[in-house]
């Protein structure tokens, strides 16, 4: 059975940061793309960032420069770095696993950005 666990998730305020991870399991990690998105209440869900399988990244331009995407294949987590956070980061952000025909999700974690 895969499952993706999101965990990091919080209140913070502007201008802080968190660290989100995204354990994986029942899938061959280092097989996947990896990706993070996330959903803010009334909008459509979006990408934040990617990272292939070996290591490229790419990532929206809404966090260029403040997010930064990483994987640990020993480890089978994914983590986003996200530093210099605003309200517009507000959303509850999701994991993604992708390999081909088959695409994952987790159930989410909340990050909630706000004085």
């Known amino acids: 059975q895969v499952q993706l666990v999101e965990s990091g998730g919080g209140l913070v305020q502007p201008g802080g940061s968190l660290r989100l991870s995204c354990a994986a399991s029942g899938i061959i990690f280092n097989n996947y793309a990896m990706g993070w998105y996330r959903q803010a209440p009334g909008k459509q869900r979006e990408l934040v960032a990617t990272?292939?399988?070996?290591?490229?990244?790419n990532y929206a331009d809404s966090v260029k420069g403040r997010f930064t995407i990483s994987r640990d294949n020993a480890k089978r987590t994914m983590y986003v770095q996200m530093n210099s956070l605003k309200p517009e980061d507000t959303a509850v952000y999701f994991c993604n696993a992708n390999w081909g025909a088959a695409h994952y999700w987790g159930q989410g974690t909340q990050v909630t950005i706000s004085s």
């Open positions: 990272i292939t399988k070996g290591g490229s990244t």
